[in-house]
């Protein structure tokens, strides 16, 4: 069964930036089609990004598009999550989601799913 590593989560203050970082175990070699989304209580997970497994296309959602960059290391086997001018209204479980036939903007089209890093936006 493959897991999804997300780490970078935690705290930060309005206007500042926060990476996060997901990484697959197991074999290495295989790669998947990536995506991230978030969840609040009570919510359904919402769509941020999504990149193929070579990082040659991506896609983005209303939520947060302008502010959010997804991007792969083929090398390290990551795919980031780079958040620029984060907002009270951003905090939530960030998740990161892998396939390795499709990628969409739902939760079930993903195979995997990670726990989650949490993001917390205050002052």
């Known amino acids: 069964q493959v897991q999804l590593l997300e780490s970078g989560g935690g705290w930060v203050q309005p206007g500042e930036s926060l990476r996060l970082a997901c990484v697959p175990s197991?074999?290495?070699?295989?790669?998947?089609?990536m995506a991230w989304f978030r969840q609040t209580p009570g919510n359904e997970p919402e769509f941020l990004a999504s990149i193929i497994r070579t990082g040659e296309y991506s896609w983005y959602g209303d939520i947060m598009k302008g502010r959010i960059t997804i991007y792969r290391d083929i090398a390290k086997n990551t795919v980031y999550l780079q958040m620029n001018n984060m907002q009270t209204e951003d905090k939530a479980i960030y998740h990161c989601a892998a396939d390795q036939r499709q990628l969409g903007r739902r939760r079930v089209e993903y195979q995997y799913w990670g726990q989650g890093t949490q993001i917390t936006v205050s002052s």
């Open positions: 197991g074999d290495p070699s295989t790669t998947y089609h």
